[in-house]
């Protein structure tokens, strides 16, 4: 498998770079009139689904095209397993590895909690002290403006530390030694 070709360099006609060029020519027209906060959300949201479509089709593509599609192989999953199947003689099968640690479910880990709870007081107390000082409101609008700045510092903190953990468990999977 260490052998398989690199897949081909990507190739752009001139008129595939004048389209792009031409799209982001229309964005940016977009953004210069009144709708454009709606225009910008319906754009953004068709461009992800255009580019998990486009994605697929090239997975779909380098999948069905590839080398090791050809030749007859077991399964990527599948260890090879000796065992006799008569005097003498070897039958080669295959035996299911186990499942990599990505794939198995587990609890988050406590770095992510004391995250989300260290980003919850600070973006309360960070939230609480700029509407002190530029507002004029109420108590209880304090109050509601400092719970809100706590809850979205949690949430920030608890996506940012999720996102560094499960980082460093895929870099420590993939460096392992099998």
């Known amino acids: 498998m260490d052998n398989a070709p690199p897949p081909p360099r990507w190739q752009f006609s001139i008129s595939t770079v004048l ?24 754009g953004l949201v068709a461009s992800l689904i ?27 999953h599948a ?16 035996q299911i ?4 640690r990505l794939s ?6 406590l770095g992510i909690a004391w995250g989300a709870g260290a980003g919850t007081l600070a973006g309360g107390t960070l939230g609480g ?7 004029q409101g109420s108590f209880s609008g304090w109050i509601l ?3 809100s700045a706590a809850v979205i510092g949690g949430i920030l903190t608890f996506i940012l530390t999720s996102f560094l953990w499960m980082s460093y468990v895929a ?3 993939a460096t392992r030694e099998r």
Not at 50 to 73: I, P, T, Y
């Open 104 to 109: 198995v479910r587990s609890t988050p880990h």
């Open 145 to 147: 403006g400092c719970a």
């Open 19 to 42: 389209l792009v060029f031409a799209g982001f020519a229309a964005i940016l027209a977009i953004v210069q009139s009144p709708f454009s906060l709606p225009l910008a959300m319906v």
């Open 171 to 173: 870099w420590r999977e």
């Open 97 to 100: 590895r186990p499942p990599e």
């Open 129 to 135: 002290w700029l509407l002190w000082d530029w507002s």
């Open 79 to 94: 260890v090879p397993l000796q065992r006799p199947d008569a005097p003498g003689r070897l039958l080669q099968t295959y």
């Open 50 to 76: 255009a580019a998990h479509v486009a994605g697929n089709g090239l997975g779909v593509h380098l999948r069905d095209h590839s080398e090791l599609q050809r030749r007859e192989l077991p399964p990527a």
